[in-house]
């Protein structure tokens, strides 16, 4: 079936420092992969996704790379603000061979802390 | 963007009490509502997925009859929580979809149930 590894967390950074979450997957088929980022006692909002192999994804200032050939999605963001702390999951979007449903699966959360 | 209200944001209530959360789509058409719950410091783990205008499909080991769905509308479903009881306590998250299967979710700021 299909499965997203997150790095675990808490990822702690002081500002301005360079940010990696690693992820990787597995899937049947072709899937389209996301980034949500939920702040504390909310909901999780799209960060930023990719479609199809090396498809790069940005917004904010964050950014991953669809990579079919290590089967990862790893976000970075070049320098990170106290308002990046949040919980980040990657998620893939895949048809379940079982259901023929598209679904999200979701890797379980790296927690960012960023200190000034 | 795609904006999904969730209402309660937060729920305190005796057990055997029954919850109603709603979710709605408020600028698009929510053709796919997803009922997710998460559990402190996990991954989403999805519940059920609705359909307007047809019967929810739940996920293995998720109750019918406890966590009762209603897709009614192109933009509000409902998640019942019947006769609940202290191990029900959780953040439940909805999510929506337009009619495209290819597009992402847009999330909910969650509920916080508390059962005492």
């Known amino acids: 079936g299909n499965s997203v590894t997150q790095m675990e967390g808490p990822v702690t950074l002081s500002e301005e420092a360079f940010l990696t979450i690693n992820c990787t997957y597995t899937a049947t088929g072709y899937p389209s992969l996301f980034w949500y980022v939920q702040y504390p006692g909310e909901g999780l909002q799209l960060l930023l996704k990719a479609t199809k192999a090396d498809d790069k994804g940005s917004n904010k200032g964050f950014e991953a790379t669809y990579r079919k050939e290590t089967t990862s999605f790893h976000l970075e963001k070049g320098s990170v603000q106290v308002s990046d702390s949040a919980v980040y999951f990657c998620?893939?979007?895949?048809?379940?061979?079982?259901?023929?449903?598209?679904?999200?699966?979701f890797g379980s959360g790296t927690r960012l802390q960023v200190q000034p | 963007g795609a904006v999904v209200s969730q209402h309660p944001s937060r729920v305190i209530c005796k057990s055997g009490t029954s919850v109603k959360i709603e979710c709605r789509s408020l600028d698009f058409q929510a053709t796919t509502m997803f009922w997710y719950r998460q559990f402190p410091k996990q991954s989403l783990m999805l519940m059920a997925t609705s359909n307007e205008g047809s019967k929810a499909t739940y996920e293995q080991g998720v109750e019918k009859d406890k966590f009762l769905i209603n897709h009614a509308s192109l933009t509000l479903s409902t998640l019942t929580v019947t006769s609940a009881h202290p191990e029900d306590s959780s953040f439940y998250i909805c999510?929506?979809?337009?009619?495209?299967?290819?597009?992402?979710?847009?999330f909910g700021d969650g509920t916080r149930l508390s059962i005492l």
């Open positions: 998620a893939l979007s895949d048809r379940n061979v079982d259901t023929g449903r598209r679904a999200l699966t």
């Open positions: 999510s929506a979809r337009d009619g495209i299967e290819d597009q992402p979710q847009h």
